[in-house]
């Protein structure tokens, strides 16, 4: 049996997780194949939930899954964007809101401690330390350790401002302060990752300064509205694998937070070929998939699109439209 379906069958059987996915058997081209076992690959475990204005509730959900995914040998995590809480109204984002070095944020660092594994806090709500001044937040992306230390933090520098009919406005920036700059890519037992928040990721200009910077696996944990989703979500995350060739890995929140706001789903991990190689079903839980970086720089080799760029003719993309 090969080592891919091997694996979905030994992970499938008994679970107390509802909704494992499987992964996905989808073949590379046979000239960038790799002769290094799977099994040798680090595992990364990718989390869907459907938060709410109950924290400790979403703690226990993430709690859960976090704790199958060092159970199945995972090294490393990923949460959604909100994965603290989703609140109904920009007053009650703000009245939950906590700092990095207040309770919950510490219950993730036991909880690092305890499983032995990293985690990738997908959209933290946090009170900066200008938050007396501005009575504003930052969405910001925490990366811990395995010893539950907090090694990098990125904070949202695309908000997501935008009224799409049939999904109702979106206004972040009510409460919500832009970041200031970008995080250099952090090394952790996977790779290097290159730290992004869901709308980010409809900037490419974005993924390729993360790349450049020697990122080998871009994030972006989202919450997907219902309409963008079916549209956009699966298009953009394999765009942006396929133009930096990274693994791309999106934790995604799903279905309804409360009834002003539901979210699409379809957590997924793709490789830097553009294959889906791990996707969430319905509903919470999480899917697995291994992150083979002897492949990643083999295609970059075979496909040097980094060499053949020519910024002299486009380096002034990203200017805003005349």
């Known amino acids: ?41 680090p595992l990364v475990a990718v989390c869907q939930v459907t938060s709410t204005p109950d924290k400790q509730q979403n703690f226990k959900t993430c709690a859960e899954l976090v704790r199958e995914a060092a159970r199945l040998g995972a090294c490393l995590a990923f949460l959604p964007e909100a994965f603290d809480f989703i609140a109904r109204d920009p007053e009650e984002t703000l009245r939950l809101s906590e700092p990095l070095s207040g309770n919950l944020l510490g219950e993730y660092t036991q909880l690092a401690r305890e499983c032995g594994l990293w985690l990738s806090l997908g959209g933290f709500h946090e009170r900066g330390q200008d938050w007396k001044q501005t009575q504003k937040i930052y969405n910001c992306h925490v990366i811990l350790n395995n010893k539950g230390s907090v090694v990098a933090t990125y904070r949202k520098t695309h908000l997501c401002d935008v009224e799409i009919p049939g999904q109702g406005p979106m206004r972040e920036s009510n409460s919500t302060i832009p970041g200031p700059s970008l995080e250099s890519p952090v090394s952790t037992p996977a790779g290097k990752i290159g730290l992004a928040i869901c709308y980010d990721m409809r900037f490419p200009e974005l993924s ?63 490789d830097p070929w553009g294959t889906v190689v791990a996707r969430c079903s319905e509903g919470p839980g999480l899917c697995l998939a291994r992150i083979d970086l002897g492949y990643l720089r083999q295609l970059r ?8 760029r020519r910024p002299d003719l486009y380096s002034s993309l990203g200017h805003p439209l005349s």
Request: with cysteine; hydrophobic share 45%; proline share 8%.
């Open 1 to 41: 049996m090969p080592p891919h379906q091997l694996l979905s069958f030994l992970l499938c059987p008994g679970l107390r997780i509802p909704r494992l996915s499987v992964l996905c058997a989808q073949p590379r081209p046979r000239d960038m194949a790799i002769s290094s076992s799977s099994w040798e690959l």
């Open 208 to 270: 390729l300064a993360l790349v450049q910077a020697g990122a080998e696996i871009l994030t972006y944990p989202s919450a997907f509205g219902s309409v963008t989703g079916p549209a956009h979500w699966e298009v953009l995350l394999r765009a942006r694998a396929i133009e930096t060739q990274c693994y791309v890995v999106a934790a995604a929140q799903c279905g309804r937070h409360h009834e002003k706001r539901a979210s699409y789903g379809h957590s997924m991990v793709v």
């Open 301 to 308: 080799q075979n496909l040097p699109v980094f060499q053949h």
